[in-house]
């Protein structure tokens, strides 16, 4: 009953914000419009960094839109990643990494959170060592060549030397020279498809690393996520190392996507949520000033947990035609209680402090979707009715774009996309 009321309210609250094509306030994303513009008519680089959950680290809805984007305006390289390889399991779409033994694993959840004392930065992965000869690498597809590679780390008394390569061309960086985190980029003579980090003489640690395409300029699209993470979780990032990173990186949208997990936390409060949502917006607006921000609401997602599950799917709303509706009750498949909380909060939330709002949940046709998606002869979600097949990252990046495309053309008629 508390749950409900509260959602009442938070509906009631944001039923004032206008979303033409489920994207709301796009007129906040000129900057980004803008720059795609110059993208195709001056060969110049655009940067998105999508930072998030477990959505964003599998890189199924943000590689379908990247592959999308670099196919109508160019690729300009892979982007931002997590130095090496920080979990089992990392997936990473353009380009596949390596990491010798010796080195640990700090994140901001999960397994490699440690608590505080070494910092992270916009990866959400830090990786430390004290081996000599450890080492990272990555080699890169065909279409993610790069002649750009950058590398942050910790600088600190008695730190050792990083040895970064990149193709033909090589530069030795000095850790112990001086004090707090510093990003260096290496420049090679031409496009290759690798590059390395190696250490030598003392301690390290490497926060995160970039690869990027200067050459035809275009699109690099960046995901960092972790499985699992909220948005409260970004306080475990480093303000320092966040702002030399940002400054470094340069990106010209920010997308941020959580809240899957925030609606299945039983201990979520609408007030805990919105303070976290306000420090941490706060917070990329200081370190990045300026740049345009595009929440992701919280998609749909269903569980058959009887203490997190919320009204029933009666009968999902086919999202074709030619799909039948499911029988009810649908194998007791339902939305989180807390789901349309977090959704509403979003919305209002973005509105109030300046961020575009995508209502992903309504783009894939509303409540209970994920059951109806899960059971269709080629499923757009797994099993479990929370994360997408690769098909449904496709249809999720295509929706996504869509509408992108939608309020470029509301925004004004040099930034259409059919231009």
């Given amino acids: 009953m508390i749950a409900a009321l509260i959602a009442l309210a938070a509906q ?8 033409p094509n489920d994207l709301c306030d796009a007129e906040r994303l000129r900057p980004y419009f803008d ?4 993208a195709r008519r001056d060969r110049r ?9 477990s959505h964003t680290a599998g890189d199924q809805i943000t590689g379908a839109w990247r592959t999308a984007l670099q196919a109508r305006y160019g690729s300009a390289g892979r982007g931002v990643l997590a130095p090496g390889r920080p979990y089992q399991g990392y997936l990473t779409r353009g380009i596949t990494a390596s990491q010798s033994p010796g080195w640990s694993v700090d994140g901001v959840f999960g397994p490699a959170w440690h608590g505080e004392g070494v910092a992270r930065g916009l990866a959400q992965y830090s990786l430390s060592t004290r081996s000599e000869g450890a080492s990272i690498g990555l080699t890169a597809d065909a279409g993610e060549l790069f002649d750009r590679f950058t590398v942050c780390a910790l600088h600190q008394p008695g730190a050792g030397t990083l040895l970064l390569t990149a193709g033909a061309a090589s530069e030795t960086v000095p850790l112990g020279d001086d004090t707090g985190p510093r990003c260096t980029t290496l420049r090679a003579d031409m496009l290759t498809g690798s590059a390395s980090v190696t250490v030598e003489g003392g301690p390290a640690t490497v926060t995160s690393w970039s690869t990027e395409n200067t050459e035809s300029g275009g699109v690099a699209l960046s995901n960092l996520g972790t499985v699992g993470a909220q948005l409260t979780h970004l306080s475990r990032e480093d ?5 030399a990173e940002l400054r470094e990186y340069r990106p010209d949208l920010i997308t941020v996507a959580f809240g899957t997990n925030e609606a299945f936390s039983a201990s979520l409060t609408p007030d805990g949520f919105e303070d976290a949502f306000r420090v941490q917006t706060a917070r990329l607006r200081r370190f990045a000033p300026g740049v345009p921000i595009l929440l992701l609401g919280a998609p749909d997602s269903a569980t058959k947990r009887p203490e997190l599950r ?3 799917c009666v009968s999902a709303a086919p999202t074709d035609a030619a799909v039948e509706p499911l029988a009810s009750p649908a194998d007791g498949w339902a939305p989180s209680a807390n789901l349309i909380t977090v959704q509403s909060l979003q919305r209002r939330l973005a509105h109030e402090l300046g961020l575009a709002y995508w209502d992903w949940s309504a783009a894939m046709g509303g409540r209970c979707t994920a059951v ?7 499923p757009l979600m797994r ?9 449904g990252g496709r249809e999720i990046a295509a929706l996504l774009q869509r509408d992108l495309d939608a309020a470029a053309r509301r925004v004004g008629a040099d930034n259409d996309p059919a231009n």
């Fill in 35 to 38: 720059k795609l513009a110059a």
């Fill in 45 to 53: 680089t655009v940067r998105v960094i999508q930072i998030g959950d």
């Fill in 239 to 243: 303000d320092a190392v966040l702002a």
């Fill in 12 to 19: 009631a609250a944001s039923a004032s914000v206008s979303c």
């Fill in 372 to 378: 109806t998606w899960a059971a269709l002869p080629q």
């Fill in 383 to 391: 099993g479990d009715r929370v994360h997408f097949t690769s098909l």
């Fill in 310 to 312: 919320g009204a029933a």
